[in-house]
C-alpha cells in the first residue's frame, strides 16, 4: 500500500528542525513582552467576511490565495492567511478596549495561502505577529520598528535593512489614486492581465506586480509621498525624527504598498537580499480605521508579522547552531548499575537536567559513541566495581578530565556542575 505524504507545501517540522523555531520563539517571547505585549491565541478558521472586510476584497490574498470553502450549513469560511483580522475580531469581540492595560498583542502561530511553493512560502506558514490599538502617536510607529531591530539582533540575524513609506490617510490617498490611475491608462498596452484589473478596482496594487513589463512601467510612475496631506506628512516626519534618535537605520522606499488593504499612514519592511524574490522576513504598518471597519470603535492599530520560514532559513545560512544537546549522558555496565543509572536519570530531570541515558545494556564503548555524538558536556560511568567502592566516574567530555566522585552524594555535585556549566 502507497505511504500517505504531507500536502505540498505544508511542511512538518521535524527533530533537529524545531530547535530554530523553539530558539526564535524564545527571543520573540522576551522582547515583546519587555514591551508590554501579552500573548493571544485566535482560531485558526474564521469566517469569510472578516477577511473580506479586513483585508480587502481587491487583494491577491483574497481573490487568489485564501483557502475559503462553505461548512455544512452553507456559511463561507476561511483560513486565516494573516493575523492582524482575527486578532481585531477577537479584540472587538471581547471588548479588550475597556482594559487600558490590555491594547499590545502578540501571536505565534501558522496562516494559510494556497500558491506555489517556493524558498521561503509555503502554503502553511508560520508567523510571529505583534498588534498595538488606541495610540495614534509616531513614537508608538518608531518604538515599534525599534523592537522590531532588537528582535533581530537578538535571535542573531545580520545583513537586512529597514525600508519604510507612509501611504497617507484614505482621504489624502483619494488623489492619488486617481492620478496613479490616469498615469496608468496611459499604458494599457503594457500592462498585465492582473494589473489591467487593478487599474480599475485598487490602481496602488499594480506595485505589487512582479511582472517585468509592469515593473517597467512603474518606473516613470507618480508616487504616493508627494500626494500625502499636511497631518501625514508631519506625522511621517517625526517619525523619521524618533527612528534616528533611536540609532534606527532605515531606507525611504516610495514604491512600497505592502499588500493588505487596510494601511494607513507608516508602512514598513525589513528586507534582505538572500531569499530570492521573497525579500521581506518581516514587515507591518499602521491601520488606523480596521478596527471601526470591522465594527468595533474608531481606534488606531500599528502592527507587524515576522516570517519564521525565511527568518530560520537566514540563521541557517548564517551558521547559527540550534541544536540542543543534553548537558548529561549516563553510561551503565550490568544490571545492578543499569538499575541505579537509570534512577540517576530521573533525578537529574526532576532538577530540571537534560540527561540521556542507555536502555539497551550496550558495551561502554558503544554507549561513550552515543555520548559524543549527542553533544553531552558530561557522562557519569557506572559499572559493578563502582557500586562495589560506592563510587561514580564522572568525564568532562569538553575538558577531557575524569573524575570519581562518592556515589552518595555525587547527584549534589553533578547537578552543580551541569547547572554552572
Known amino acids: ?17 524545531i530547535e530554530w523555531w523553539q530558539k526564535v520563539e524564545k527571543a520573540a517571547r522576551e522582547v515583546l513582552e519587555d ?63 475597556a482594559d487600558p492595560f490590555t491594547q499590545k498583542f502578540y501571536l505565534m502561530g501558522p496562516m494559510f495561502r494556497h500558491e506555489r511553493p517556493q524558498k521561503g512560502r509555503y502554503r502553511q506558514f508560520h508567523q510571529i505577529d505583534a498588534e498595538a490599538f488606541g495610540i495614534d502617536d509616531p513614537m508608538l510607529d518608531a518604538e515599534v520598528m525599534y523592537m522590531l531591530r532588537l528582535f533581530f539582533e537578538r535571535v542573531g ?82 517619525v523619521r525624527d524618533y527612528l534616528q534618535q533611536l540609532q534606527t537605520d532605515f531606507v525611504i522606499d516610495p514604491r512600497m504598498v505592502r499588500g493588505l488593504d487596510y494601511y494607513t499612514r507608516t508602512t514598513f519592511e525589513v528586507i ?12 507591518g504598518g499602521r491601520y488606523n480605521g480596521l478596527v471601526r471597519d470591522l465594527g468595533g470603535p474608531d481606534l488606531p492599530g500599528i502592527g507587524f508579522a515576522i516570517g519564521m520560514e525565511r527568518l530560520i532559513l537566514l540563521l541557517q545560512q548564517e551558521g547559527e547552531e540550534s541544536k540542543r544537546s543534553p548537558r548529561l549522558f549516563i553510561a551503565t555496565l550490568g544490571e545492578a548499575a543499569r538499575l541505579k543509572g537509570f534512577l540517576l536519570a530521573q533525578q537529574f530531570r526532576a532538577l530540571g537536567v537534560s540527561t540521556e541515558t542507555d536502555y539497551e545494556a550496550r558495551s561502554l564503548k558503544s554507549q561513550m559513541r552515543r555520548a559524543d555524538r549527542s553533544g553531552a558536556r558530561y557522562v557519569l560511568i557506572l559499572g559493578e566495581e563502582e557500586i562495589a567502592r560506592g563510587e561514580i566516574q564522572l568525564r568532562d567530555l569538553r575538558e577531557k578530565s575524569q573524575v570519581n566522585l562518592p556515589l552518595a552524594s555525587a547527584s549534589e555535585t553533578v547537578h552543580r556542575m551541569c547547572r554552572d556549566a
Open 272 to 283: 534582505t537580499d538572500r531569499l530570492g524574490a521573497q525579500n521581506a522576513v518581516g514587515g
Open 157 to 238: 540575524l545580520s545583513g537586512v535593512v529597514l525600508h519604510i513609506n507612509s501611504l497617507g490617510c484614505h482621504e489624502c490617498r483619494q488623489e492619488y489614486r486617481s492620478v496613479l490611475k490616469e498615469y496608468l491608462g496611459g499604458h494599457v498596452e503594457r500592462l498585465c492581465p492582473d494589473c489591467l484589473r487593478r487599474r480599475e478596482t485598487n490602481p496602488l496594487r499594480v506595485f505589487d506586480c512582479k511582472v517585468e513589463r509592469c515593473q517597467a512601467v512603474l518606473e516613470d510612475a507618480p508616487l504616493l509621498p508627494d500626494y500625502i496631506c499636511g497631518d501625514c506628512g508631519e506625522h511621517f516626519a517625526r
Open 35 to 97: 514591551f508590554g505585549y501579552r500573548e493571544i491565541r485566535t482560531p485558526v478558521l474564521e469566517k469569510l467576511e472578516l477577511f473580506a472586510r479586513g483585508i480587502g476584497e481587491s487583494t491577491d490574498i483574497v481573490e487568489k490565495e485564501m483557502y475559503a470553502f462553505p461548512d455544512r450549513k452553507g456559511d463561507m469560511l476561511g483560513l486565516r492567511p494573516e493575523a492582524t483580522a482575527s486578532v481585531v475580531r477577537a479584540y472587538i469581540q471581547h471588548n479588550l478596549q
Open 1 to 17: 500500500m502507497e505511504s500517505i505524504q504531507a500536502i505540498r507545501g505544508m511542511n512538518d517540522i521535524l527533530p533537529g528542525q
